[in-house]
């Protein structure tokens, strides 16, 4: 039994830190939920590379860690600022509309 209860506290300490690690050190603008960042560029507010492929790649990684670490985090708001990269990387696809 402590075995088990060794291997759930170590594992989860494992996906934790890796999924802060990554955060801290790769992609900080992929630090919180991404709500405020979002209402503030709507607002005119000008927040530098927060909006990258790097960020989308880090928060999504960094989410899957960080649940899958137990911690307990929401879900709704890393993935409106996913979802907001997505739409910002679309705009910059090279289709001709214009």
Do not use: D
């Amino acid at each position: 039994m402590y075995t088990a209860f060794g291997f759930y506290v170590i594992y989860s300490f494992i996906l934790s830190s890796l999924s802060a690690v990554l955060t801290v050190y790769v992609a900080p603008g992929a630090s919180g939920s991404g709500i405020p960042e979002i209402m503030g560029v709507l607002n005119g507010v000008k927040y530098p590379k927060i909006f990258t492929k790097r960020v989308l790649v880090i928060k999504v990684i960094g989410v899957i860690l960080a649940v899958s670490g137990t911690l307990c985090i929401g879900k709704e708001g890393p993935l409106a600022h996913i979802g907001a990269i997505v739409a910002i990387l679309c705009l910059e696809l090279p289709f001709g509309f214009m």
